[in-house]
RNA sequence: UGGGGCGUCGUCAAGCGGUAAGACACGGGACUUUGAAUCCCGCAUUCGUAGGUUCGAAUCCUACCGCCCCAGCCA
């Protein structure tokens, strides 16, 4: 929605940031015609994480509030590592969080002919040569950081034999290597992407678009804001990594004379607890640490989303980090409120017992099934009621009982009573021990008086528990997750083994869970609250007769604290 | 070291010369048939440091300090 709607709608408005600036002082500008037009340029050798989510709401988001276009265009100049499985996976997550990108879906080796034909326009202008130069060489040639460059002995060239050799170079006459086509621009320069930058290079390789129809490919630079141009975008918003390459992107627009977008670089986002390197992701991957790209454990979308996480969760986050220059690392915490706040509304509330201990109700009639009303969603009510069987046998939380009570702890013990939600209130008489001093089982009476979870005398009970059916519960497994890196900032730790920051308990699996058996049909990554622990949803692996559950993120836990504070 | 950026609460982040928003986290309390949710209250006399300009500075100037990025025919 525009800003506009936003405000007749009663919606607070949206925190203004720099780039929003920009924009807004452009149209009050009429600065292109008072148009506004984004992109999102990913590059297809991968699958996009929390941090293109930032980008992709940057970019999309932006365009939306401004009654403007953003158009998803991939930039697949490196036929080497991109694939149309990359492709396919990008845009189902970019659908997934929301965004639509209409009829504008772009590939930068669209533009290939046309950026050949610059290039051809820049060497007849002399701003551009072929240079023979070996890669070895060409890196010594280009100078450090502290002294200029050399001039390439073939930046001189004449237009016509530059004309022939870049001819050639695109018909295959050259091997890959031995040959590029650089902008000539000034070796001296400061900022060393303005030495000479290449703008192709050869590369015998098969694209997964244009196939073998070529055999050189334009370099990001080259790339980059020519297709900006073309697509008439203008903001092109990226990444601060680009900011040194600004004046390269104004210098071959300039060089052009053509339609000019605006760069404006934000900083990345880096979350605490995990890494949002593309290399680091890939080697998480690749030496087993997780299972896969979509683990629930991995900052991916396809990771994410199968931890639970929904897309309205991360959009809210984006759009609570905020958009700035300066480095941050956003603490997971803030990601893991924004799922709390909407599954809190969203999630029907169930019952499941992760590590059980059986309890036996001796004064409850054997062979008696009473279903007890339990409500959906307190947060909603109209999400409605559904029954829930209660026998003698249940099933309670092991952590729900302690034989010898600390302080402040008020639920289940010898002698103690707690109430049942939904159900009755319950009073532990006895505590069953198995040869190894193990418990094995809690007798229990109840009190028929409480249906429904009060009693008729007002007493006040202030522990309540969870529980289950024994007879009806149905078995379930349960996989618990929690950070990938004990470290807060991984990232820091450059040339340090990450393997030795992980978590080692990131993930826990709960084979003998029971579950109420109103879950016996859930769909595939359906989010529930398991009462009084967290937010879970289905694992795509689960099927009706092996239930699989991910926890997305655990209810706040007061008591824990406490007792981790007193203890 | 050359160049380009950035430094405001534990973490993000507003602030644009008129006397430090908000969020998360944290602490305290109320309420509670989820120790959840919800609701109150508290949480930077100070803005990397030091000077200067000004009636007045986080905002302007100067110097210094710190952090990040750039020497791929990756993006």
Same mark, same amino acid.
């Given at each position: 929605?525009?800003?506009?709607?936003?405000?007749?709608?009663?919606?607070?408005?949206?925190?203004?940031?720099?780039?929003?600036?920009?924009?807004?002082?452009?149209?009050?500008?009429?600065?292109?015609?008072?148009?506004?037009?984004?992109?999102?340029?990913?590059?297809?050798?991968?699958?996009?994480?929390?941090?293109?989510?930032?980008?992709?709401?940057?970019?999309?988001?932006?365009?939306?509030?401004?009654?403007?276009?953003?158009?998803?265009?991939?930039?697949?100049?490196?036929?080497?590592?991109?694939?149309?499985?990359?492709?396919?996976?990008?845009?189902?997550?970019?659908?997934?969080?929301?965004?639509?990108?209409?009829?504008?879906?772009?590939?930068?080796?669209?533009?290939?002919?046309?950026?050949?034909?610059?290039?051809?326009?820049?060497?007849?202008?002399?701003?551009?040569?072929?240079?023979?130069?070996?890669?070895?060489?060409?890196?010594?040639?280009?100078?450090?950081?502290?002294?200029?460059?050399?001039?390439?002995?073939?930046?001189?060239?004449?237009?016509?034999?530059?004309?022939?050799?870049?001819?050639?170079?695109?018909?295959?006459?050259?091997?890959?290597?031995?040959?590029?086509?650089?902008?000539?621009?000034?070796?001296?320069?400061?900022?060393?992407?303005?030495?000479?930058?290449?703008?192709?290079?050869?590369?015998?390789?098969?694209?997964?678009?244009?196939?073998?129809?070529?055999?050189?490919?334009?370099?990001?630079?080259?790339?980059?804001?020519?297709?900006?141009?073309?697509?008439?975008?203008?903001?092109?918003?990226?990444?601060?990594?680009?900011?040194?390459?600004?004046?390269?992107?104004?210098?071959?627009?300039?060089?052009?004379?053509?339609?000019?977008?605006?760069?404006?670089?934000?900083?990345?986002?880096?979350?605490?607890?995990?890494?949002?390197?593309?290399?680091?992701?890939?080697?998480?991957?690749?030496?087993?640490?997780?299972?896969?790209?979509?683990?629930?454990?991995?900052?991916?979308?396809?990771?994410?989303?199968?931890?639970?996480?929904?897309?309205?969760?991360?959009?809210?986050?984006?759009?609570?980090?905020?958009?700035?220059?300066?480095?941050?690392?956003?603490?997971?915490?803030?990601?893991?409120?924004?799922?709390?706040?909407?599954?809190?509304?969203?999630?029907?509330?169930?019952?499941?017992?992760?590590?059980?201990?059986?309890?036996?109700?001796?004064?409850?009639?054997?062979?008696?099934?009473?279903?007890?009303?339990?409500?959906?969603?307190?947060?909603?009510?109209?999400?409605?009621?559904?029954?829930?069987?209660?026998?003698?046998?249940?099933?309670?939380?092991?952590?729900?009982?302690?034989?010898?009570?600390?302080?402040?702890?008020?639920?289940?013990?010898?002698?103690? =009573?707690? *109430?049942?939600?939904?159900?009755? &209130?319950? @009073?532990? !008489?006895?505590?069953?021990?198995?040869? /190894?001093?193990?418990?094995?089982?809690?007798?229990?009476?109840?009190?028929?008086?409480?249906?429904?979870?009060?009693?008729?005398?007002?007493?006040?009970?202030?522990?309540?528990?969870?529980?289950?059916?024994?007879?009806?519960?149905?078995?379930?497994?349960?996989?618990?997750?929690?950070?990938?890196?004990?470290?807060?900032?991984?990232?820091?730790?450059?040339?340090?083994?990450?393997?030795?920051?992980?978590?080692?308990?990131?993930?826990?699996?709960?084979?003998?869970?029971?579950?109420?058996?109103?879950?016996?049909?859930?769909?595939?990554?359906?989010?529930?609250?398991?009462?009084?622990?967290?937010?879970?949803?289905?694992?795509? =692996?689960? *099927?009706?007769?092996?239930?699989? &559950?991910? @926890?997305? !993120?655990?209810?706040?836990?007061?008591? /824990?604290?406490?007792?981790?504070?007193?203890?």
């Amino acid at each position: 929605m525009t800003e506009n709607e936003r405000a007749e709608a009663g919606e607070p408005e949206r925190p203004r940031d720099f780039i929003r600036e920009i924009v807004e002082g452009d149209i009050r500008a009429g600065k292109n015609g008072g148009r506004v037009h984004t992109r999102f340029p990913p590059e297809p050798n991968g699958y996009l994480h929390i941090g293109h989510a930032k980008a992709i709401s940057i970019d999309f988001g932006i365009a939306e509030e401004y009654g403007g276009l953003c158009n998803l265009r991939f930039d697949d100049t490196n036929p080497v590592k991109e694939e149309t499985e990359y492709v396919e996976g990008m845009k189902h997550d970019i659908r997934w969080l929301g965004y639509d990108w209409g009829d504008r879906l772009f590939f930068a080796s669209d533009y290939y002919e046309q950026l050949y034909t610059w290039a051809v326009e820049l060497i007849r202008k002399g701003k551009a040569y072929v240079c023979d130069l070996s890669p070895d060489e060409v890196r010594e040639y280009r100078g450090t950081l502290t002294e200029p460059g050399r001039e390439s002995p073939y930046r001189n060239r004449s237009v016509e034999e530059n004309l022939a050799l870049f001819g050639r170079m695109r018909n295959g006459a050259f091997p890959d290597g031995s040959r590029t086509l650089r902008a000539k621009i000034d070796m001296a320069a400061s900022n060393v992407n303005m030495r000479d930058p290449i703008m192709y290079r050869i590369l015998h390789a098969t694209h997964h678009r244009t196939g073998d129809a070529w055999c050189i490919y334009p370099t990001y630079d080259w790339a980059h804001g020519q297709s900006d141009s073309m697509e008439g975008i203008t903001h092109s918003l990226c990444d601060l990594a680009y900011e040194i390459h600004r004046p390269l992107y104004d210098w071959f627009l300039e060089a052009l004379g053509a339609h000019h977008p605006q760069q404006i670089e934000f900083a990345r986002l880096n979350l605490t607890h995990t890494v949002l390197s593309k290399r680091k992701l890939i080697r998480i991957v690749r030496d087993g640490i997780v299972k896969g790209w979509d683990d629930p454990r991995m900052p991916t979308l396809c990771g994410l989303r199968r931890r639970g996480y929904t897309p309205e969760a991360i959009r809210t986050f984006c759009e609570r980090i905020g958009v700035a220059k300066r480095d941050s690392v956003v603490d997971a915490g803030l990601l893991e409120h924004c799922l709390r706040e909407d599954l809190n509304r969203r999630a029907p509330r169930v019952m499941a017992v992760l590590r059980p201990l059986r309890v036996v109700i001796e004064n409850y009639p054997e062979g008696i099934v009473e279903q007890v009303e339990a409500l959906n969603n307190p947060e909603d009510p109209a999400q409605g009621t559904r029954l829930l069987p209660f026998s003698r046998v249940l099933y309670i939380e092991q952590e729900d009982f302690r034989e010898d009570p600390p302080k402040k702890f008020y639920r289940l013990a010898p002698g103690r =009573e707690v *109430r049942l939600k939904h159900a009755y &209130f319950i @009073r532990c !008489v006895d505590v069953v021990k198995d040869h /190894a001093g193990e418990i094995r089982e809690l007798r229990c009476t109840y009190d028929p008086q409480t249906m429904g979870g009060s009693s008729p005398d007002g007493r006040e009970i202030k522990g309540t528990l969870h529980w289950v059916s024994a007879d009806h519960a149905l078995h379930a497994e349960v996989r618990l997750y929690s950070h990938l890196f004990s470290e807060p900032d991984p990232a820091k730790l450059e040339g340090e083994d990450l393997t030795q920051f992980l978590n080692p308990t990131s993930l826990q699996v709960l084979s003998d869970c029971r579950v109420e058996a109103s879950l016996a049909d859930a769909g595939p990554l359906q989010s529930y609250q398991f009462l009084r622990q967290g937010y879970f949803c289905t694992d795509p =692996e689960s *099927r009706p007769n092996a239930l699989v &559950f991910n @926890r997305s !993120v655990a209810l706040r836990d007061s008591w /824990a604290k406490l007792e981790k504070a007193g203890g």
